[in-house]
Every structure is written in C-alpha cells, then in structure tokens.
C-alpha cells in the first residue's frame, strides 16, 4: 500500500474520479445489505417461523448501525478512512455469509445485527470521504449526487433483486449477492482511494473510549427498549430500565465531553442552532425512508397480494426518483442563494408519497402504488444529499468527519426507530392496521421536516 498522503492534497481530476467510483462502490453495498431483505423476509419468517422477531431483523441490523457510525466516523477523522472501508467491506461479506446460513429467526438476527456494525463502518467512512477529496462544497454537491444516486439505484435493485432470486433459488441465495459484490468493491478501495490521513493523528491511548461506550448506550438502549419492552410479547420492566440506561447515558455524555480532549462526539458539532435542526429532520428522513423501504413490500403482498418480486418491482420507482431528484439537485443547489428551500420541496413531495402509500387497498391499481413511491423517491432525492452536504459546509475542517456521521447517525437511529415502531404496531394490531398507522405517522414526520428545514439558515457560496 502506498504511503499515506495529508487530507486536502492536490489531486487530478481523474484521480477523483476514481477514488469517488471506489466510494460508490461502498454505497452501493451499503445499499444492498440494507435493503436486499427487505422483499424477502417474509418467506424468511415464514421458513423459520418466526414473525415475532420480524421487525428485529431490520431494526436490530440499523440499531447496530447507529450506534457504530460516530464511533467509527470519529476514529476516520482521527487516523484515516482507508482501512476502515476495507475493513467494513470483509465485514459485511462475511456476515451476508452467515445469515445464508441461519437455522433460526434468533441466528439471523444475531448475523444481521453484527452485519450493522460493519454497515456503521462503511456509512461513516463514505459519506466522508467526499469532503476530503473535495473542500469546495459547490463541486462536492455533484459527487455527492453520484453517492447518494448509487446508494438509491441499488437501494431499489436490491428488493427486486432478492425478490427474485428468493422465488427462483430460495431466500438462502439472496445472501449471496453481497459477498459477490464485495470482492469488486474491496478491489476498487484498495486500488484506487488514496489512504488519506490527517497530518496531525491522535494516538489510540487519546481516543475517547468511555464517550463511545457512553455514545452507544445513550442511542441503542432506547431503540432496545421501544422494541424488547413495548412489542406484543415485551417485557415493559425492562423496556423502562433500557430507557433509564439511555436516559443517565446521554446525561453523562454530554458533559464529559466537554472535558475531554479528544472527544469521540466534539460538542462544537452541535453547538449551531442549524446544526441541531438538521439533525432533527435527518431522524425524521431516516424513519420515513426505511418505513417505506422495510414495510412497503408487505404492505404490498399483503393488500394488493402480488408476489415478492412484483412487490419489488412496484417499489422501484422510490429509488429510481432519487438519483433523478439528486442530479437534480445538484443543478439547482448552486444557482440557490437559499438552498434549504429544496429540502423543503423534498419534505412536501415525500408527504404526499406517503399518503399515497396509506391509501392502498384492494382494488387499487398498480399504477397508483408506482406513483406514490415515485414521488417519495422524488422528495428524498432533494433531501438526502442536502443534509450531509449542510453538516459538511457548517462543521469544521477537523469535525468534517464526525459531522457526517452524526447525521448518518440520526438517519440511521430514526431508521431503527420507525421499523421497530411500525413492528411493534403490527404485532399488536395486524399487518394492514400497523402499517397504515406507520404511513400516517410519515405524513406528520415530513410536515415537521419541511418546518425544520424552512427555519435553516443557509446561505450558498458563491
């Protein structure tokens, strides 16, 4: 491996262009891990008998997520994103590997949620990494179009995807996609991403090891809690104690630190009014966009009674319109002088997704199912890669890194929020009441996301 090169080196513009292809690559297996279940894991219930444990799947893989994202995004500022994204990268192969071959709902589960912290790792890393190969935020909002439209695209081939290769060779196989994608992906990093490094590193003594224990009770004990505690068959004694736990977390957290001198989540990250915000409406985008993704599909085989596949192949037009909306995006943003107007466009666009969503029944044609998701994918197009590209453009050069991941983080904690909400709704009502409740509770979200990002205060560079 070559030697390390400063953050911030001058660097051709083919050389970014193929370190960002490398950074794609990573986005997109990020994408499949996190969506390729998605249309197959109610024939995976339904095998291992276990639709108790169905929300889990899903929320016990974005809670691992969560929680890893700003430990690792912090440790990416501190030492280099390099090897984290290699690492990441065998990780997720290796668990893909195992939930293949699971023999209970409890094993996948355990497989899944280990596959997150891998997940965490990548998420953190990549979406990065464009602000270290690119200071300048008005070129960096075109790749970050390329990144997010990636992760999109592959977001919608990968249901599809499993879908088919669930019904053609079993769900077992829909396992294999991503260890075969990965062996490009871990190539491309390898051979293509310089190995970046800031020119001032802190050493492993220095790294904040009691915030990050801190940092991860504080965001996974309350996820814990709203699923474990408060599903059909919880146990509320316990589900009070985890939020208690998160609660004294969080409250030890944030004075500590303000102590510490190389903290894992710096408090100067939040200290703008617009950065809180933002983080507040990614939490809400996070939820709704993985509602969408994880309980569309059953929705869909439930109400129009179509088949795995067929549900995948309604659902593409939600990914499919985000990297229309993100090219777009990235044409409009700077001819904006107030670019959190486009956020404000998305949040509308993605509530009337959502009502559309919630008004499917028996009867109704396919076609208003692709409308629905097509206008959903339209408004997360203009939300997504703003949110990253506002906390990048407000955070310091220093905290460029933790600032990503803190509100990938907040995507990702609202992801593992909303599917274990809408499980525990289904498993004490039914399929059809719990998810419509989950819809109507996105229409709300999006109404407050569009409030949020109306009062950001950005202003473009010009």
């Not at 004075?255 to 703008?272: G, N």
């Not at 998701?373 to 933790?402: E, H, K, W």
Request: charged content about 10%; proline content about 6%; glycine content about 10%.
């Amino acid at each position: 491996m070559p030697p390390p090169e400063p953050v911030g080196a001058e660097r051709s513009s083919r050389d970014i262009l193929f370190a960002m292809l490398g950074v794609a690559a990573v986005c997109v297996l990020v994408a499949f891990d996190a969506t390729i279940v998605s249309t197959t894991l109610p024939r995976v219930a339904e095998a291992l008998g276990g639709m108790s444990l169905y929300a889990w799947v899903g929320s016990g893989y974005l809670l691992a997520t969560a929680v890893t994202i700003p430990v690792f995004g912090r440790i990416g500022d501190l030492f280099g994103r390099k090897r984290l994204m290699l690492a990441s990268v065998i990780v997720v192969a290796a668990c893909s590997i195992a939930c293949g071959l699971a023999q209970s709902m409890a094993q996948l589960v355990i497989a899944r949620t280990l596959q997150g912290v891998g997940g965490g790792m990548m998420i953190a890393t990549a979406f990065a990494a464009p602000a270290d190969l690119l200071p300048d935020p008005r070129r960096r909002v075109r790749w970050l179009a390329l990144l997010s439209g990636s992760f999109a695209l592959a977001s919608g081939v990968g249901p599809v995807l499993g879908g088919t290769i669930t019904e053609a060779f079993g769900w077992r196989m829909a396992f294999a996609v991503l260890p075969i994608a990965a062996v490009p992906t871990f190539f491309t990093i390898l051979r293509y991403f310089p190995d970046l490094r800031p020119e001032k590193r802190a050493s492993l003594r220095q790294l904040d090891w009691l915030g990050g224990v801190l940092l991860v009770l504080a965001l996974g004990a309350p996820l814990m809690a709203l699923q474990y505690g408060f599903s059909n068959e919880g146990h509320p004694v316990a589900g009070l104690a985890l939020l208690a736990v998160g609660v004294l977390a969080l409250l030890a957290l944030v004075p500590y630190e303000r102590k510490v001198s190389v903290p894992m989540l710096p408090m100067r990250v939040l200290a703008q009014r617009d950065a809180r915000l933002l983080n507040v409406a990614g939490l809400l985008v996070g939820a709704v966009m993985f509602i969408m993704i994880y309980f569309g599909p059953l929705l869909l085989q439930n109400v129009l009674l179509v088949t795995p596949a067929a549900a995948g192949l309604l659902m593409t037009p939600l990914v499919l319109c985000i990297p229309i909306a993100s090219m777009l995006n990235s044409y409009l943003f700077p001819r904006q002088s107030q670019p959190q107007r486009l956020m404000v466009a998305g949040a509308v666009l993605l509530a009337l997704g959502c009502a559309g969503a919630m008004a499917l029944n028996v009867g109704v044609s396919p076609n208003w199912a692709m409308l629905a998701f097509a206008l959903s994918g339209l408004g997360l197009g203009l939300l997504l890669p703003n949110l990253t590209l506002f906390m990048q453009m407000i955070a310091d050069r220093r905290d460029v890194g933790v600032a990503s991941a803190l509100i990938q983080t907040t995507r990702a904690v609202g992801s593992a929020a909303g599917i274990a909400a809408v499980g525990v709704m289904v498993s004490r009502w039914s399929v059809l009441g719990g998810v419509r409740a989950g819809m109507l509770c996105c229409i709300v979200a999006c109404l407050v996301v569009a409030w949020l990002t109306y009062n950001v205060r950005m202003r473009n560079l010009r």
